[in-house]
């Protein structure tokens, strides 16, 4: 890589200025000869959604399927999730959006029903991969309360909340005239209405017994051939839930008020048994003192052992402000409370056979929760929990951001999961998890795919998404860098800070240096490397940056850092500007003065303890922006990394920040305002006051006019001006601050041109004089011949250094620099009485985007290093990085930034850059090939000389390199280095973009745009044509603004909900196979054997007893239901449903052969009218003839 020499081009200004300027052929735009081939095309676009992952949002209730095993989760606002085995899930969604409130499966036969909030059930079809509705029928004069689905039967129980209950044949899904009435269920005495069906159930041994709960407390047991009451049993508190005993001869109630009590179908005067699980049995006999309700209870038995009794709820009043919601299993003389981290939805207990009239053998408990999916294991001592294979920790602490990267190194994933399967919890079942239905897809994509995450605790976490799957890798706690007892923020400060000061705003991953940075809603940024080796950390190196938007009008001294440093302790804060040298410093956490606004400190505490870093991300260097003059730091916008460059920079509404994280030093810091060049008329500043620099770099003429404290020099305390070249040299070369100075190139005859901007660093403490007498010479000829009085275009220039930078030395101290901010005044007449409306343009614009290339900072200028700055007021610039030339030289040289001015500007703020070659290939940003840094010396040199080779440079007269910029509003594309501006496209005027990227697929490249109201755009590169629109998504959540991502190969994806992440495709390849790839519910399985009722039970009738529901429930038996009582809709997926379909378009068909037997019935017409009128003709022509021949030799007498 070339090295940036500042001598070189103060030679070429010297040079450009004595002579003149040769005509030479303007670079233009690329050959014609040898145009860029787009091979992409509107046909290899196709939008769809492929796999929606994570925990259900909102869930509300849960079935299972015991033979095919298979779980299913319906939600409040209408989701269905299915599950299998890990890698194999669905997501369904009801039309109307209502709330889930049951679910019951037909067992082994591949189909669900589902009942909703609007009193409309439908039976779904499992049988193929994307489950489709086969019937629907909607309840309109009753309200649906609970469902009951017997083992092989196709009558469906639906209670109501009248009291009625209603019989569906899930078949054909019609009502069967079949009505159970509420006021023939009760006693006759009753005077009051039993309320809602909380219960349905058939008895065991007995299909002919239907046991039905009202929420009342009163149970019925009903015969179903003789359509009355056979037993009756009361109770004073209200019912949640009913279980039997498998045996048919005893059933138990969950009551309101924590008590279970135990019945024997044959004694309905009394229960047989009332326990209050955890409420306290007093010792006079009397009641026991009342609990919160037992929402649900389950009834299981063993053949070796005692049954199980499983409920939630139930605890006494007294603890449920300590405890959370817990899960009682009673086993035996032993009772387990097993408490959850949220509220418990609803529980399932698996059993080993389907059948309810055999026992049961419980082996797991199920357990939805608001926020968790728990499995118990009951077969093991302490009951303890299955690690779970499904995505469902994404929303463990809220997503604040998330990346996606597609076509990954294939190394990656493999390292992620080697640190990470460190990281994972003991004390988990040795068994299998048990929900393990359903297949894997046959296809699925080669390329490794990782999704990171960032949380409101501060956490990162790495995902493999590979082949439409979702598991975490590792876990990244960003936490552990800070202390935990921060200092109480002032009342100025965010309360978003306050909630989750550690939250992760914005994150920049290099997968092939494996480089992290981070960045945090505390202004704080982190950078990490990765190391499979555990170290111990005594430091973490701190570099603390002030930045500012607004300065304040006097001139300050910095703090003098030159020569032979003294080490602070590391409890001192850098001193403030407003803030005498002479000052003691302060300790962190404190105000510059008792009573004056806070100064100079962070918002978050550095840990001070070693710190102990597991293999994984390591903590390199850690970068914190301090509270200025009372208000507190800006959150960071923007980030970018770059492991070749060695540098780090960031930006907010303030400006941005350069960070050397090989050197650990601050390279630059800059105001969004000035990072324009003075001569840019285009600059959006606000008026500021006349303000006294710091004279770092003086004029050669300020020594008359200016103050002492103008002229004084930060290091030595002198009050003279820097008015020779000699001091010019001298503060060049020996002294120990940082030495900027802004110089205005001004070419002959080049007056349009823009000026370059150089900033010129030298290092916090010179080790060695490693710049030449020669080029000290010509850098104060030039300081000198700029800043003189003659130059009227600088007349004006003044140069400012404010700030202050932490740089770490040793654990425990810290070392007090200046960190330079510009104030440049415009070289030409500026208004000081502007709008406000400027004031408020300048105020908004902030940094918001940044990429690393190698490019042309110039046309005169070499390809090199350089970093692209976009902002929200659409403008773009480069900096221009001047890099040492060897890898080697890179720890002692220190480098070069200029600013090259505006490149283009654009309506709304930049979203992305890109750069391509002339072929239209991604010039990706240079990397350094990762190697461990607790690694030995050979490893790393073996891993440094697979360095990527620089991209090709520019032939004199061409452009070699295409830019792209996409904006909120438009997208343009310049080539360079002329910068001319190839193709412009309009994206959107009545919205604007969230989100867009340059992605690859199918080996070229396009433009991706998410606009804010719900259009998906691709547009190709580099003609800016529109290849795909698409009204996908409107955009209804900031999360989805927030966390929506293109990448490469045609895939993308948002967080749907809190929980959920929604992937998708817009590749036309990929939807094609999209069947293919996703994975199988339903697998053909044999249902397991009836129980054997054994010799003596078929001979006594003391087995379980059958019922033809047929002739109980069918028209011929029971007539036909009321047709305004429910609505049968035939479902997209049923045989009604194609059928009306195809009947549409058979009716269609049938219209056009009419019309089309029309249209030629009226042309055989027009022919026959055609073929009338040739006769008549022929006719006319024969008579004419005959007349002819008759008067032909007849003389005119004759006639």
């Known amino acids: 890589m070339k090295k940036f020499n500042i001598r ?99 067992i082994n036969e591949g189909a669900l029903v589902s009942a909703l909030a609007d009193d409309s059930l439908h039976l779904w079809n499992l049988r193929q991969k994307i489950p489709a509705v086969l019937h629907s029928l909607k309840f309109n004069r009753e309200r649906i309360t609970y469902c009951h689905l017997p083992f092989q039967s196709k009558w469906l129980y639906i209670g109501t909340e009248r009291g009625n209950i209603h019989i569906v044949n899930v078949e054909s899904f019609t009502l069967s005239g079949y009505v159970i009435m509420w006021n023939k269920a009760i006693e006759l005495s009753t005077k009051t209405h039993p309320g809602p069906v909380v219960h349905i159930s058939d008895n065991p041994m007995d299909e002919g017994k239907l046991l039905i709960g009202f929420e009342c407390g009163v149970v019925v047991l009903w015969d179903l051939k003789s359509k009355k009451a056979d037993y009756r049993y009361n109770y004073d508190e209200a019912i949640h839930s009913v279980a039997w005993h498998h045996e048919g001869k005893q059933f138990m109630c969950s009551h309101s008020d924590g008590t279970l009590t135990t019945w024997n179908i044959r004694a309905p005067a009394k229960p047989a048994q009332v326990i209050t699980p955890h409420g306290k049995q007093p010792k006079d006999g009397k009641k026991p ?78 357990v939805l929760l608001e926020k968790d999916l728990v499995v118990i294991d009951l077969g093991q001592i302490g009951y303890p929990s299955f690690e779970s294979p499904y995505p469902f920790s994404v929303h463990e602490s809220p997503v604040t951001c998330c990346e996606y990267f597609v076509d990954c190194p294939a190394e990656l994933i493999p390292a992620l999961y080697s640190v990470g399967t460190r990281q994972k919890r003991q004390g988990y079942s040795k068994r299998e998890w048990p929900i393990s239905g359903g297949n894997w897809g046959q296809g699925g994509q080669s390329y490794p795919e990782i999704i990171i995450t960032g949380h409101a605790d501060g956490s990162i976490k790495f995902w493999d998404a590979s082949s439409l799957m979702l598991q975490v890798l590792y876990k990244l706690k960003t936490a552990k860098v800070f202390e935990r007892a921060r200092v109480k923020e002032e009342k100025g400060s965010v309360d978003a800070v306050d909630d989750d000061p550690f939250a992760v705003q914005t994150l920049s991953w290099c997968p092939d240096s494996r480089l992290l940075c981070v960045g945090g809603v505390s202004a704080h940024v982190i950078i990490y490397r990765f190391s499979k080796q555990e170290v111990t950390t005594e430091e973490v190196q701190l570099l603390e940056v002030r930045m500012q938007n607004n300065f304040p009008d006097s001139a300050v001294d910095s703090p003098d850092p030159g020569g032979d440093q003294s080490p602070l302790p590391q409890n001192t804060a850098p001193s403030s500007p407003q803030q005498d040298s002479q000052d003691p410093p302060l300790p962190p956490g404190t105000n510059s003065t008792d009573t004056g606004p806070r100064d100079n400190t962070a918002c978050l505490q550095l840990r001070t303890a070693p710190l102990k870093q597991s293999p994984g991300f390591q903590v390199e260097l850690v970068v914190q922006l301090v509270w200025v003059s009372g208000e507190p730091p800006q959150p960071i916008s923007s980030l970018a990394i770059n492991s070749s460059y060695g540098l780090v920079v960031f930006g907010n509404s303030c400006g941005l920040a350069v960070v050397d994280f090989v050197q650990k030093t601050l390279l630059l810091n800059l105001s969004t305002a000035d990072l324009y060049s003075p001569c840019e008329p285009r600059q959006p500043r606000s008026p500021r006051k006349t303000r006294q620099p710091s004279a770092a770099l003086c004029d050669s003429n300020d020594g008359a006019n200016a103050s002492e404290e103008r002229g004084k020099s930060p290091t030595s305390g002198s009050t003279s001006p820097c008015n020779s070249d000699e001091e010019r040299k001298q503060n060049f070369i020996e002294k120990g601050t940082f030495m900027f100075k802004n110089i205005f190139l001004f070419p002959k005859f080049r007056l349009s041109l823009q000026p370059l901007f150089i900033f010129v660093l030298f290092p916090v403490k010179f080790k060695s004089r490693r710049f030449s007498r020669s080029v000290a010479n010509d850098f104060a000829k030039m300081s000198r011949k700029i800043s003189s009085p003659s130059d009227h275009a600088d007349k004006s220039h003044r140069v400012t250094t404010r700030g202050s930078i932490k740089t770490p030395l040793s654990r425990g101290h ?32 902030a940094v918001c985007a940044f990429v690393f290339c ?119 594309v310049l080539a360079l280095p002329s910068q001319t501006q190839l193709y412009k496209h309009s994206i959107t005027e009545a919205s604007f973009v969230l989100c867009a990227d340059v992605v690859n697929m199918g080996g070229a490249n396009c433009l991706m745009c998410f606009c804010a109201n719900g259009h998906i755009m691709a547009l190709s590169l580099p003609s800016l044509r529109p290849l795909l ?72 009738g003391g087995g379980a007893q059958s019922l033809d529901r047929e002739d109980l429930f069918g028209e011929t038996a029971a007539g036909k239901a009321s047709r305004t009582l429910a609505q049968h809709i035939p479902g997209p997926g049923s045989m009604e449903g194609m059928k009306g379909t195809a009947s549409g378009v058979v009716g269609d068909l049938a219209r056009a052969r009419v019309a089309l037997d029309e249209r030629g019935q009226k042309l055989s017409e027009l022919e026959e009218r055609t073929a009338a009128m040739m006769a008549s003709a022929d006719s006319f022509s024969k008579h004419a003839h005959d007349m002819m021949l008759k008067y032909k030799d007849k003389k005119w007498y004759q006639l």
């Not at 014609?32 to 959604?49: G, I, M, R, W």
């Not at 298979?70 to 209502?98: K, M």
């Not at 405890?323 to 939805?345: F, N, P, Q, Y």
């Not at 999360?1039 to 817009?1066: D, H, K, M």
């Open 814 to 845: 810290s070392t007090t620099v200046s960190a330079p901010n510009y104030v440049k005044e415009a070289s030409f007449s500026r208004s000081r009485s502007s709008s406000v409306a400027s004031i408020d343009r300048e105020s908004r614009e």
């Open 8 to 106: 070189k081009v103060l030679d070429g200004l010297t040079a450009a200025s004595s002579s003149s300027v040769s005509s030479s052929a303007q670079p233009g735009t690329p050959r014609d000869a040898d145009p860029v081939q787009e091979t992409l095309q509107s046909e290899h676009f196709q939008l769809c959604k492929t796999v929606r992952q994570g925990f259900p949002n909102q869930p509300a209730s849960m079935a299972f399927d015991p033979v095919q095993k298979i779980l299913a989760v319906g939600t409040q606002t209408g989701a269905l999730r299915l599950f299998g085995r890990a890698g194999v899930e669905c997501y369904c969604q009801h039309e109307s959006g209502a709330a889930v409130i049951q679910l019951q499966f037909l």
């Open 289 to 366: 003192e009342p609990c919160r309700p037992i929402l649900k209870v389950e009834y299981k038995t063993t053949r070796a052992g005692d049954p199980f009794m499983i409920l939630s709820g139930g605890l006494s009043f007294e603890t449920v402000g300590r405890r959370r919601d817990c899960l009682t299993v009673m086993h035996g003389k032993s009772t387990a409370v097993l408490e959850m981290d949220t509220a418990i939805v609803d529980f399932l207990t698996l059993c080993e056979t389907p059948y309810p009239n055999d026992f049961q053998e419980p082996y797991a408990v199920v």
């Open 1029 to 1100: 629109d698409v009204n996908y998504l409107p955009l209804t959540d900031m999360r989805i603004a927030r966390t929506f991502c293109f990448s490469n190969l045609g895939q993308a994806l948002y967080l749907t909900s809190p929980t959920e992440v929604q992937r998708l495709t817009y590749s036309q390849e990929t939807c094609d196979n999209l069947q293919e790839m996703l994975s199988e519910l339903f697998t053909p399985v044999e249902t397991p054997e009836a129980p054997n009722r054994g010799f003596f039970k078929g001979l006594f």
């Open 854 to 972: 190698e490019s042309f900072a110039r046309r005169e200028i070499a390809l090199g290093a350089c970093l692209l700055v976009g902002t929200t007021q659409g403008a773009v610039l480069m900096l221009a990085l001047g890099l040492p030339h060897s890898p080697e030289q890179r720890h002692q040289q220190h480098l070069t930034i200029a600013s090259c001015g505006t490149i283009s500007q654009l309506k709304g703020g930049i979203l992305t850059m890109a750069l391509l070659d002339a072929s239209g290939t991604l010039l990706l940003p240079a990397y350094e090939p990762w190697s461990d840094p607790n690694a030995s010396d050979e490893e790393k040199e073996r891993i440094k000389k697979r360095r990527p080779p620089s991209p090709p440079g520019s032939l004199e007269g061409q452009d070699s390199q295409f830019l792209v910029l996409c904006s909120e509003k438009q997208a343009k």
